[in-house]
């Protein structure tokens, strides 16, 4: 069993600044990728950024220079630094693991979600 626990979101104005965590226990024996996805109002869920082994990140177009990602390996946690915020970030951010368990397996894991806010 792995949990995925998000802190963090909350209401911002626009232009402000938020920072996400996602705090990743249980039986992992190696994480691979994280990443966080969002989900505004009807729409579908979006990757915004990921990071994997060798802290090789990716971002969607949007957020580039705006978000950041990191990652404490020795407490396997993920951030999201979030500067700039505009009124369309906002959306429920999802925090995402693929890890390999203890068991040797590979599993994936979804955190509850956090809800950002951006007032215009």
């Known amino acids: 069993q792995v949990q995925l626990v998000e802190s963090g979101g909350g209401l911002v104005q626009a232009g402000g600044s938020l920072r996400l965590s996602c705090a990743a226990s249980?039986?992992?024996?190696?994480?691979?990728?994280m990443g966080w996805y969002r989900q505004a109002p009807g729409k579908q869920r979006e990757l915004v950024a990921a990071?994997?082994?060798?802290?090789?990140?990716n971002y969607r177009d949007s957020v580039k220079g705006r978000f950041t990602i990191s990652r404490d390996n020795a407490e396997n946690t993920m951030y999201l630094q979030m500067n700039s915020l505009k009124p369309e970030d906002t959306a429920v951010y999802y925090c995402?693991?693929?890890?390999?368990?203890?068991?040797?397996?590979?599993?994936?894991?979804w955190g509850r979600g956090t809800q950002v806010t951006v007032s215009s």
């Open positions: 990071i994997r082994s060798g802290d090789i990140t």
């Open positions: 249980g039986t992992i024996f190696r994480i691979n990728v």
């Open positions: 995402y693991a693929h890890f390999l368990s203890t068991g040797m397996q590979n599993y994936d894991s």
